[in-house]
């Protein structure tokens, strides 16, 4: 049973270049999460999905957006890229929205180097 | 706003004994609280969790405890091994229909053998 993928692993990008990242959910698990982890810290929210349908957004700015597909799987695109926007890329999926399941389980990354 | 608070940022201990994280959050709403451990270069891998009805739980050297009236929770690992070295996240959510998770900001355990 595979667990979540992400791609690619590794991106090099310069500043105000765009970059779409992409992520596919266990199978059966309707929810995707997006989370940035610069070096030395926590996970920072970005972004859930669920259905298709936008269900929370983290303190980040409009360059950040994302989708999700009919097949549940996921994309964020940066536009703009700062330096500041270097960091692991995690995505993190989960079989349903509301109480009961919320456990997360983690993608591998993307790990974005903007230079 | 929604803040976890995650205590020591650094830890070692000697090969065998307990290790103690802490962590206090701000939103007396949070029902879940999950731990991840991270090991360098890797994806952030759940360990454990509890949720807000559980005072304690265990899985073998594992344990978690969580007083809601604090707003405290810590993760408690008992006969440290080499391969325990790693950072450990503490983390909250609602537990609702956003499925938001807030993070502490890490504890770097480092096993002296």
């Known amino acids: 049973d595979a667990g979540v993928t992400q791609s690619p692993t590794h991106l090099i990008k310069t500043r105000g270049q765009h970059v779409t990242l992409r992520c596919s959910p266990i199978s059966g698990h309707k929810s995707v999460s997006w989370y940035q982890q610069v070096l030395g810290q926590g996970p920072q929210f970005i972004f859930q999905?669920?259905?298709?349908?936008?269900?929370g957004r983290g303190n980040f700015p409009d360059r950040f957006s994302a989708r999700q597909f009919p097949n549940y799987s996921s994309e964020l695109n940066v536009n703009a890229l700062l330096l500041g926007d270097s960091a692991l890329y995690l995505c993190a999926s989960r079989q349903l929205p509301y109480g009961g399941q919320e456990t997360q389980y983690f993608g591998p990354g993307t790990r974005l180097l903007v230079l | 706003g929604e803040n976890v608070e995650q205590h020591p940022s650094t830890l070692s201990v000697q090969e065998g004994d307990s290790a103690v994280i802490k962590c206090t959050y701000s939103d007396s709403a949070s029902n879940y609280f999950p731990w991840y451990k991270q090991e360098l270069g890797k994806r952030p891998q759940l360990i454990i969790d509890?949720?807000?009805?559980?005072g304690e739980k265990k899985d073998q050297r594992i344990a978690v405890t969580l007083n809601k009236t604090a707003k405290h929770f810590s993760l408690h690992i008992t006969e440290t091994q080499p391969e325990d070295s790693a950072v450990y996240f503490c983390a909250a959510s609602k537990g609702s229909s956003a499925s938001k998770i807030i993070f502490g900001s890490g504890t770097r355990l480092s096993i002296r053998p």
């Open positions: 999905y669920y259905e298709k349908e936008e269900r």
């Open positions: 509890i949720r807000s009805n559980v």
